[in-house]
């Protein structure tokens, strides 16, 4: 895609945050504690594997950048309010 790269600033850091990069296991709201999903946060043409990968920019990206395993955060979907919990952060 890009004939010459060259990295200029790495985000984020090794302090358990999620950042651009991050791997983040999730669950929703209601749902059994077993019941989680793993993400791939940036973007698509870095995803690693099959990972679903979500935006920084989406709605859900924007709450999750800079938190950490243990938080809840809250967002705007299409069809309401959804409360998620970061079960686990990894680079």
Known sequence: MLK????????????????????VTL???????EDTQQFFVGSIEERQGDLPVIS????????LVGRTAGDAVEYQA??????????????
């Open 4 to 23: 010459e790269v060259e990295i200029v600033d790495e985000t984020g850091s090794d302090d358990g945050s999620i950042s651009l990069g991050s791997t």
């Open 27 to 33: 669950r929703y709201e209601g749902d059994d504690e």
């Open 56 to 63: 920084p920019s989406s709605p859900l990206g924007q709450v």
């Open 78 to 91: 299409p069809g309401g309010m959804l409360t998620v919990h970061i079960t686990a952060v990894d680079r």
